[in-house]
C-alpha cells in the first residue's frame, strides 16, 4: 500500500505564490511518476502536472504552464508544487498521486494512489 500526505496548502492573493508539497510512504516501485491534480467546488478533478521519479520528466496542463513547477526530492520522497502568478481561478483542493507505471499522464485513471488533499485558495 502506498501512502500519500499533502501539505502546504493556505489563502494567498492574486499575484502570489504558494507551494505544495506531498510525502510518499509505504510501498516502493521501480519507476513511477507523481502527479498533482486539483478540484474546485462543482467542477471535475483535473490533472495539473506530473513528473517521472527516475527521470525527471515533466507534464504539464496548459492552465499552469510557466506558471507552476512540479519538482521532487527523491531522498524525501517529496513532491512539490511551486504555484506563482497564481488566480482566484486555481481556487481548488490539490491533490497528489502516484502511478505506478511512471507515464505521466493526465488522466485521472492513471493513477491508482491518492492522497487527501489540501485547500489552496486564491483572494482577488
Known amino acids: 500500500q502506498v501512502h500519500l500526505v499533502e501539505s502546504g496548502g493556505g489563502l494567498v492573493q492574486a499575484g502570489g505564490s504558494l507551494k505544495v508539497s506531498c510525502v510518499a510512504s509505504g510501498r516502493a516501485f521501480s519507476t513511477y511518476s507523481m502527479g498533482w491534480f486539483r478540484q474546485a467546488p462543482g467542477k471535475e478533478r483535473e490533472f495539473v502536472a506530473a513528473i517521472n521519479w527516475s527521470s525527471g520528466r515533466t507534464n504539464y496542463a496548459d492552465s499552469v504552464k510557466g506558471r507552476f513547477t512540479i519538482s521532487r526530492d527523491n531522498a524525501e520522497n517529496t513532491v512539490y508544487l511551486q504555484m506563482n502568478s497564481l488566480k482566484p481561478e486555481d481556487t481548488a483542493g490539490y491533490y497528489c498521486?502516484?502511478?505506478?507505471?511512471?507515464?505521466?499522464?493526465?488522466?485521472?485513471?492513471?493513477?491508482?494512489?491518492w492522497g487527501q488533499g489540501t485547500q489552496v485558495t486564491v483572494s482577488s
Open positions: 498521486a502516484l502511478d505506478r507505471w511512471g507515464r505521466n499522464y493526465g488522466s485521472r485513471s492513471a493513477y491508482e494512489y
